[in-house]
């Protein structure tokens, strides 16, 4: 499907901290590059007939002030709209609401993606660390790059479904985990609590579903 080691290392991975409502948050910071102009780059994640080529099906409004739900996923309001250069929305999930904002920048010649998601630390982030969020925001990533080198073919989420639990799959998830350990560690994670907290995000993504 790709090669695991090639697209974990195009990938930029940081955290930071910031203070929203008086509450300590964690910022999660992905980007990539890819080999497209910043229009099409903005129109793959914005149209809502393209985005489920590549990521879930989406309903609602994408627009300004609109609400969006990704089916199976989360949901949210668009809260900035900047075409084609970035847009920031809630990410309502269960009974937590967190932010994200995607930013497009041109680099050499193609474009950056970028994307930002701001939480709340709580008991999750605890037990579970960045990589809760950043192994699944690392194969969104994938499908956008699988989407790009072949606009017209949408996943299929049986065949996406299966590679999660194949043997390359696996790998694949093993090495973002591992990549957003040492990041998390970089920003000045405790190593012992950082990699406890990676080992059960890992078991948590690679454990098959009971049938």
Not at 166 to 181: C, N, V
Request: charged letters at 25%.
């Amino acid at each position: 499907m790709i090669d695991s080691s090639h697209q974990i290392s195009a990938v930029r991975r940081t955290l930071g901290d910031r203070v929203i409502d008086a509450k300590d948050a964690r910022v999660l910071t992905i980007s990539q590059v890819y080999d497209t102009d910043v229009d099409d780059l903005w129109d793959a994640c914005t149209n809502a007939e393209r985005i489920p080529r590549w990521f879930l099906p989406v309903s609602g409004e994408l627009k300004l002030g609109g609400h969006y739900q990704l089916e199976g996923n989360a949901s949210g309001t668009v809260e900035r709209c900047e075409p084609p250069h970035s847009f920031a929305a809630t990410w309502e999930f269960g009974d937590t609401v967190s932010w994200i904002e995607v930013r497009l920048t041109p680099e050499g010649a193609g474009t950056r993606f970028e994307l930002e998601h701001v939480a709340h630390v709580d008991d999750r982030w605890d037990e579970f660390g960045p990589g809760a969020v950043g192994v699944g925001w690392d194969g969104m990533l994938v499908g956008l790059v699988l989407h790009l080198a072949d606009p017209g073919k949408a996943v299929d989420p049986e065949a996406a479904m299966a590679w999660m639990m194949s043997p390359s799959g696996i790998e694949f998830m093993t090495a973002s985990s591992e990549a957003w350990y040492q990041a998390d560690v970089a920003a000045g994670a405790d190593p012992v609590n950082a990699r406890a907290a990676a080992d059960r995000t890992l078991a948590a993504y690679t454990t098959p579903p009971e049938a």
